[in-house]
């Protein structure tokens, strides 16, 4: 029985043990775990902001605290340096706002504190950028061009991008750091360019900058190494051939039996009668022993073209079959002015689109030999105190005897933007097309310019015609451009190119631009004049020396682009720095026709006897519309609105059957230039 009795008191003590252990471990368990949760740790941080950022894909960054009491947090952000105030929400987040920041590095910096001040930090740096997009790329055929003095050349490239609307491309012939001419380049980047009559080493850089995100550019330099031509006998049948010769000298030797005849006639290139043809001198040349004098009677006969038989026949394209039209000019010099009548057609052919057919007319302009200032204008300002041009009508002449008018056209708009494509007419408004040089004939079959006009002076080479003849020839010649014409106040018109204060040719530019939201469509007063845009004032004319007055005149030039590359309005000019002639018979101040629009027209009155139904001297039915006679008593509106719209279908239809699409774009003429500049 006493074994037994132990053996009980030995399990007892056992079972004693073993519960005493297990609460031990619970009670330490338990008191571990109060103690765990009274500890108050430092705020936590996190967040996953990307490295790198594509612009416009992400707008917000997101950063969680985590915190025993978040009310208390005391938060510091800064976001490239400069402090963001900004809260969690609910669930402990804080949204940053990165929508405005941009392209670029940036840096976010936090600092959270709690309550016992325990800090935590985060510091994050990423960068948004634009897409990847390819560089500019211009490629040329030949970086060195070899040619003989006084002959032309051609530079041809490729430019290559992604988005070729984004893109410029600009030359320069001097400082390299001023591209200053635009280079007109295709749809798909190619472009082709030259300088004629290379009198000397010259270097040409071409400068291309395209990008849609970011711009990036490619510079191209092409050498003309000018030589002196090689002289012998060029005459592959001579003798004494010399393969290498690239201008005959006259020594060909043949043998008896084979020697040619002779092509006698002047063989000095020099004279004014030189024969290319001629092999043997017959004593015929003739020379000026001086130039005229300017404002001569032998001045103004070298200077006007179409008053000296022959002159050529040109053709109208737009009509079927040859038109053989001749130019005619004279004038007289009386009392200090010139008077010249002209049947008003030129001396090339044409086009008079919409408004066919040109035909003679009898025209005649008197202007003062010396022209004087007008003392109230002073352009290089602006044009107020000027004598703005007619809106519409004729605002000088070339010197072929041709109408030069201002931009507008019949519906107001400006024709010239119109022809570029700056805008688009309206749906039923007069259709207006210019023909090559931007010229077509209006009502009465008048033919006349309303830009440009330099073709007067282009010669084809054998084969070529109009549709040939590219303006960027004129606008790139390497030697001052020629009188086109004058301006009603007597002053001279040149061409597209002038010398600047250091004498180096240069192209001169309009100071007008598009005001803002302006296309065109709305005519002059879509353009606002910038002083020093260009290089041209207010009227669009400058003084400076020319070939015709090197000690320096006032005078005006045509221009196709502004100081900034885009639409060189006026194009001719915009008003009159000389006095008009006092009896203002070029103008409309003693016209018994003027006042339309003020003393008559329509909601008006009739207009005086034998003004028809139309504004005088303008273009009113540009396309050839018939003008619809007033009668003796004020109009019936309703009976012109109901003929207008007759009128209106009629017009349609027959140009739809007459002209059809092809007519619009003859023998698929393509101007490869744009006057669009790129957009900043």
């Given at each position: 029985?006493?074994?037994?009795?132990?053996?009980?008191?030995?399990?007892?003590?056992?079972?004693?043990?073993?519960?005493?252990?297990?609460?031990?471990?619970?009670?330490?368990?338990?008191?571990?775990?109060?103690?765990?949760?009274?500890?108050?740790?430092?705020?936590?941080?996190?967040?996953?902001?990307?490295?790198?950022?594509?612009?416009?894909?992400?707008?917000?960054?997101?950063?969680?605290?985590?915190?025993?009491?978040?009310?208390?947090?005391?938060?510091?952000?800064?976001?490239?340096?400069?402090?963001?105030?900004?809260?969690?929400?609910?669930?402990?987040?804080?949204?940053?706002?990165?929508?405005?920041?941009?392209?670029?590095?940036?840096?976010?910096?936090?600092?959270?504190?709690?309550?016992?001040?325990?800090?935590?930090?985060?510091?994050?740096?990423?960068?948004?950028?634009?897409?990847?997009?390819?560089?500019?790329?211009?490629?040329?055929?030949?970086?060195?061009?070899?040619?003989?003095?006084?002959?032309?050349?051609?530079?041809?490239?490729?430019?290559?991008?992604?988005?070729?609307?984004?893109?410029?491309?600009?030359?320069?012939?001097?400082?390299?750091?001023?591209?200053?001419?635009?280079?007109?380049?295709?749809?798909?980047?190619?472009?082709?360019?030259?300088?004629?009559?290379?009198?000397?080493?010259?270097?040409?850089?071409?400068?291309?900058?395209?990008?849609?995100?970011?711009?990036?550019?490619?510079?191209?330099?092409?050498?003309?190494?000018?030589?002196?031509?090689?002289?012998?006998?060029?005459?592959?049948?001579?003798?004494?051939?010399?393969?290498?010769?690239?201008?005959?000298?006259?020594?060909?030797?043949?043998?008896?039996?084979?020697?040619?005849?002779?092509?006698?006639?002047?063989?000095?290139?020099?004279?004014?009668?030189?024969?290319?043809?001629?092999?043997?001198?017959?004593?015929?040349?003739?020379?000026?022993?001086?130039?005229?004098?300017?404002?001569?009677?032998?001045?103004?006969?070298?200077?006007?073209?179409?008053?000296?038989?022959?002159?050529?026949?040109?053709?109208?394209?737009?009509?079927?079959?040859?038109?053989?039209?001749?130019?005619?000019?004279?004038?007289?010099?009386?009392?200090?002015?010139?008077?010249?009548?002209?049947?008003?057609?030129?001396?090339?052919?044409?086009?008079?689109t919409l408004g066919c057919c040109a035909s003679a007319q009898s025209d005649t302009y008197t202007i003062p030999?010396?022209?004087?200032?007008?003392?109230?204008?002073?352009?290089?300002?602006?044009?107020?105190?000027?004598v703005m041009a007619p809106i519409r009508g004729t605002i000088a002449f070339a010197v072929t005897g041709v109408?030069?008018?201002?931009?507008?056209?019949?519906?107001?708009?400006?024709?010239?933007?119109?022809?570029?494509?700056?805008?688009?007419?309206?749906?039923?408004?007069?259709?207006?097309?210019?023909?090559?040089?931007?010229?077509?004939?209006?009502?009465?079959?008048?033919?006349?310019?309303?830009?440009?006009?330099?073709?007067?002076?282009?010669?084809?080479?054998?084969?070529?015609?109009?549709?040939?003849?590219?303006?960027?020839?004129?606008?790139?010649?390497?030697?001052?451009?020629?009188?086109?014409?004058?301006?009603?106040?007597?002053?001279?018109?040149?061409?597209?190119?002038?010398?600047?204060?250091?004498?180096?040719?240069?192209?001169?530019?309009?100071?007008?631009?598009?005001?803002?939201?302006?296309?065109?469509?709305?005519?002059?007063?879509?353009?606002?004049?910038?002083?020093?845009?260009?290089?041209?004032?207010?009227?669009?004319?400058?003084?400076?020396?020319?070939?015709?007055?090197?000690?320096?005149?006032?005078?005006?030039?045509?221009?196709?682009?502004?100081?900034?590359?885009?639409?060189?309005?006026?194009?001719?000019?915009?008003?009159?720095?000389?006095?008009?002639?006092?009896?203002?018979?070029?103008?409309?101040?003693?016209?018994?026709?003027?006042?339309?629009?003020?003393?008559?027209?329509?909601?008006?009155?009739?207009?005086?006897?034998?003004?028809?139904?139309?504004?005088?001297?303008?273009?009113?039915?540009?396309?050839?519309?018939?003008?619809?006679?007033?009668?003796?008593?004020?109009?019936?509106i309703g009976l012109i609105i109901i003929s207008a719209l007759m009128m209106t279908v009629i017009y349609r239809?027959?140009?739809?059957?007459?002209?059809?699409?092809?007519?619009?774009?003859?023998?698929?003429?393509?101007?490869?230039?744009?006057?669009?500049?790129?957009?900043?």
């Amino acid at each position: 029985m006493r074994g037994s009795k132990d053996e009980d008191d030995g399990a007892a003590r056992s079972l004693f043990l073993a519960a005493l252990m297990i609460g031990s471990v619970m009670v330490g368990g338990l008191f571990y775990d109060f103690e765990s949760e009274g500890v108050n740790l430092a705020p936590i941080i996190e967040s996953e902001i990307p490295n790198d950022i594509l612009v416009g894909s992400l707008n917000t960054l997101e950063i969680s605290l985590d915190d025993e009491d978040m009310s208390s947090l005391d938060i510091e952000m800064t976001l490239n340096g400069n402090s963001v105030n900004v809260q969690p929400n609910a669930t402990g987040v804080i949204i940053v706002d990165i929508s405005q920041i941009g392209v670029g590095n940036h840096a976010l910096k936090i600092i959270v504190t709690d309550s016992l001040g325990q800090e935590s930090r985060l510091s994050s740096s990423f960068n948004i950028h634009y897409p990847y997009e390819d560089p500019t790329v211009m490629i040329v055929e030949d970086n060195e061009i070899v040619l003989e003095r006084g002959d032309s050349a051609t530079i041809n490239g490729t430019l290559i991008h992604p988005d070729l609307g984004t893109c410029d491309l600009g030359w320069s012939d001097s400082d390299v750091n001023e591209f200053s001419l635009n280079l007109p380049f295709s749809d798909q980047g190619d472009f082709s360019w030259g300088p004629s009559e290379i009198e000397s080493n010259m270097t040409i850089s071409i400068l291309a900058t395209c990008g849609t995100w970011e711009d990036s550019s490619d510079l191209e330099v092409v050498y003309f190494n000018v030589t002196e031509p090689v002289e012998g006998c060029t005459d592959s049948e001579a003798n004494n051939y010399n393969v290498n010769a690239t201008k005959d000298d006259g020594s060909c030797e043949y043998d008896e039996e084979s020697e040619p005849e002779p092509i006698t006639g002047c063989t000095n290139e020099s004279a004014n009668n030189y024969d290319e043809n001629a092999t043997e001198d017959d004593g015929s040349c003739e020379y000026d022993t001086n130039s005229p004098e300017t404002g001569s009677l032998a001045w103004w006969s070298k200077t006007l073209i179409c008053d000296e038989d022959p002159v050529p026949s040109v053709d109208d394209y737009t009509t079927e079959g040859e038109d053989n039209h001749e130019c005619h000019l004279s004038f007289v010099i009386d009392d200090g002015n010139i008077t010249i009548s002209t049947n008003g057609l030129p001396n090339h052919d044409f086009e008079s689109t919409l408004g066919c057919c040109a035909s003679a007319q009898s025209d005649t302009y008197t202007i003062p030999l010396t022209p004087v200032d007008d003392s109230d204008c002073n352009p290089s300002i602006s044009s107020e105190g000027c004598v703005m041009a007619p809106i519409r009508g004729t605002i000088a002449f070339a010197v072929t005897g041709v109408a030069i008018y201002g931009p507008e056209d019949g519906p107001g708009g400006d024709a010239v933007a119109l022809e570029e494509g700056a805008y688009e007419q309206e749906e039923g408004e007069q259709q207006v097309d210019l023909g090559v040089c931007h010229g077509h004939s209006g009502p009465g079959g008048v033919y006349h310019y309303h830009a440009d006009a330099n073709c007067i002076h282009w010669h084809g080479e054998e084969g070529e015609t109009m549709y040939d003849y590219n303006l960027d020839s004129q606008r790139t010649l390497s030697t001052h451009s020629k009188i086109v014409g004058f301006a009603l106040d007597g002053y001279s018109i040149y061409g597209y190119t002038g010398w600047n204060d250091e004498g180096e040719v240069v192209e001169m530019t309009s100071s007008y631009q598009l005001k803002d939201g302006a296309d065109g469509s709305g005519g002059i007063n879509d353009y606002e004049y910038i002083q020093g845009l260009g290089t041209l004032d207010a009227c669009n004319g400058i003084f400076s020396e020319t070939p015709d007055w090197p000690e320096g005149v006032y005078h005006y030039h045509t221009t196709m682009f502004n100081g900034d590359g885009g639409i060189g309005f006026p194009y001719f000019i915009n008003c009159y720095a000389g006095e008009l002639p006092s009896d203002d018979s070029n103008g409309d101040e003693e016209d018994p026709c003027a006042g339309h629009g003020e003393t008559w027209g329509p909601g008006i009155g009739p207009p005086p006897d034998g003004c028809g139904g139309g504004p005088p001297g303008g273009q009113s039915s540009e396309g050839g519309l018939i003008t619809i006679p007033w009668s003796s008593n004020p109009p019936n509106i309703g009976l012109i609105i109901i003929s207008a719209l007759m009128m209106t279908v009629i017009y349609r239809y027959s140009r739809e059957s007459a002209f059809g699409l092809g007519a619009l774009n003859q023998a698929g003429r393509v101007r490869e230039y744009r006057l669009t500049p790129k957009l900043a």
